[in-house]
C-alpha cells in the first residue's frame, strides 16, 4: 500500500454556480419614504459553496472555491477570500457577479434582504462594491 497522500485527501473543494458580495448594514428603524442612515456596511464573500468553504477553513479544513468570479465584486471576493486563506479557482467571465444587500432593523431584529442580479459588462464598468 502506498504512503502517498493524494492532492485533494483532507481538501474541501467546493463549487459556486452564482457567488455574491454580501453587503450588511443596520438602521434603528425601517420606516417607508424616508431616508435611512445606516451603519458602516460589512462587505463578505457570498455564495453557498463560498460559505462551506470558508466555514471550513475556519474549523481548520484545507479549503478551496471555485467560483465564476468578474468585475469588481468578484476581485474584492477572491481577495477576501485569499486574507481569510480560502484558496480559489477562479473561473473568469466578464461581468460583474451580483450582490446581496441585507438590513437589519435594530429595535425589532428583522432582516430585510435583497438579491441583485448581476451586472453587463457596461454596467460593471462604474462598478463599485
Do not use: W
Request: proline share 8%.
Amino acid at each position: 500500500m502506498s504512503t502517498d497522500t493524494p492532492p485533494l485527501a483532507g481538501r474541501i473543494v467546493t463549487l459556486t454556480f452564482s457567488p455574491a458580495l454580501d453587503v450588511a448594514t443596520s438602521v434603528d428603524v425601517v420606516t417607508p419614504s424616508r431616508k435611512l442612515r445606516c451603519d458602516e456596511p460589512r462587505y463578505e464573500p457570498g455564495g453557498g459553496g463560498i460559505n462551506v468553504a470558508r466555514v471550513a477553513q475556519r474549523l481548520g479544513a484545507d479549503a478551496v472555491a471555485i467560483a465564476p468570479l468578474g468585475g469588481d465584486r468578484g476581485r474584492l471576493v477572491s481577495d477576501q477570500l485569499a486574507v481569510e486563506g480560502v484558496r480559489v479557482e477562479q473561473i473568469n467571465i466578464d461581468h460583474s457577479i451580483r450582490q446581496s444587500f441585507s438590513v437589519t432593523e435594530e429595535s425589532t431584529g428583522n432582516q430585510y434582504r435583497f438579491v441583485l442580479p448581476p451586472r453587463s459588462d457596461d454596467a460593471a464598468r462604474a462598478d463599485v462594491p
